[in-house]
């Protein structure tokens, strides 16, 4: 018998990496699959960078990097989150890690234990209520509201904190919602943390580029009053269409960066040191590609909004940021986990049931517009189809 420790009975994962398999079977049975579901840019990653990429394993890069990465690109980040955000950074805060997700690990590894509460949003990413249990902390969902516009409130995040609380999860622009929280919301939080100083907050910006409506992004790195507890987790994944490069990068607090450090040498090491070239390049380089694709994603925003729209029993809030709708799907009669899986099944449309981002994602599908306008229009006619075919 091997024992593993009981904390692997806990640990959860990403429904979305099951669809995709599920998808990719039918797919290749010879079905016609739409893929609603995926959670990445369907854009190649930009041919300036990809070069970068290659020009490092010409030029020799072929070694271990620092383990908090290479500095031009500490600096390069820091003069990036300068740029856009109007915010100082110290480099020397900088950890460059393989995706999004370390930081959300590493995170969640220092602050989680037997007794203590992390604050997560629900629905939101996965992984960070399976983390939280994992270290056996107290999850503690946050709800996001389709009343509330997607957007947190400032007042009900604090009216969960309690003296256990240790880590406070924020995400926005959000998945699997679309969800933005206004900089009024922020505010007032920023306002009410001040009678928190224990608690970190984990800001996951990792959408942070991609706002529409003229809504600018709010970073949580805009209050210096947060900044000696404040985590940033952002990357490259989907600003740059780089999800299978595995390039992220968090800014910690100075009281934290060393623990990081060390998370980093213990595991990874450090990140593959060619797509750290290839990350330079892109925050270095012309921003037309990541401004195109977002123009992209805005026009197909329309499209499926105003299409589930037309759809019985589905009503759709206009997301505001990330590439995801999160219609609702209550007067359909389905619940959301059957609905997305028979849609898959019968109707060859892969999407995400809401339950898979927490218990209030009941009532709703995520559906991904990182597919062609062309697909997506298709996907909704078939959901049209189907969901008229079920209610007759
Ligand atoms: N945070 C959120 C909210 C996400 O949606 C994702 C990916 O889907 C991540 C983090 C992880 O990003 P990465 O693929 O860079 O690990």
Redesign the pocket.
Known sequence: MLNTVASFDRIGEENAFAVLARATELANSGRDIINLGI?QPDFRTPDHIVEAAIKALRDGHHCYTPATGIQPLREAVAADIHKRLSVDVDPGLVLIVP????T?FMAILMFGEPGAEILYPDPG?PIYRSMIEFTGARPVPVPIREENGFAFSAEETLSLITPQTRLLIL?SP??PTGGVTPKEEIDKLVEGLARFPDVAIMS?E??GQMTYDGLEHRTLLAYPELRDRLIL?D?W?KTYAM?GWRM?YSVWPQKLYDYARKLAVNSFSCVNASAQYAGLAALEGPQDAVREMVAEFDRRRSVVVNGLNGLPGISCRTPKGAFYAFPNIKDTGWQAKPLASALLEEAGIAVIGGPDFGVHGEGYIRVSYANSTENITRAIERMGEFLTAKAA
């Open positions: 959670g995706g999004g997700k370390v959300m990413f995400n959000a998945n996951d990792i959408y987790l990357g994944s999800t992220g």
